[in-house]
């Protein structure tokens, strides 16, 4: 049979090296320490781009495959909506200005034409009361001697 026999360790019970308590009121640790003020001038020359392609190995690839097909249906829908609604604007001001400008032209000028008439109709009947009341004002009037 086989006896074990524990070996005490000089070394891990020996004191260890350090300062003593009249050396440690000595050291003041509140001062700021020299690798508080190390400057981080790695991360400054990354881009956003870098830090986002960094990031796909988190997210899972069947994850991925959706979210692009997601992406790319998304943006063939935007995509042909704004090419019908480009077309369907197109449409609707040339409609508007081959059809629209000739009839505002032909409404305006109707309106010039029925205003002129008026005119007309309302010196037509200026006339009529002037000459009425112009032969009625000659049999009537007698000279004054």
Request: overall charge negative; charged content about 30%; hydrophobic content about 35%.
């Amino acid at each position: 049979m086989v006896k074990l026999e524990e070996v005490p360790d000089e070394e891990l019970n020996a004191p260890q090296p350090g300062p003593t308590k009249e050396e440690e009121d000595e050291w003041d640790t509140d001062d700021e320490s020299e690798l508080s003020e190390i400057e981080d001038d790695d991360t400054l020359d990354e881009t956003l781009f870098d830090r986002v392609a960094a990031l796909q190995d988190i997210i899972p690839p069947t994850y991925r495959r959706n979210l692009e097909s997601v992406a790319s249906t998304g943006y063939s829908w935007a995509s042909k909506a704004v090419g019908l609604s480009g077309k369907t604007l197109w449409v609707v001001s040339t409609s508007a200005l081959l059809l629209g400008v000739p009839w505002a032209l032909a409404f305006s000028e109707e309106q010039q034409v029925q205003e002129m008439e008026r005119e007309m109709r309302m010196q037509q009947s200026a006339n009529e009361l002037l000459t009425q009341g112009a032969g009625a004002g000659q049999t009537g009037a007698r000279p004054a001697l």
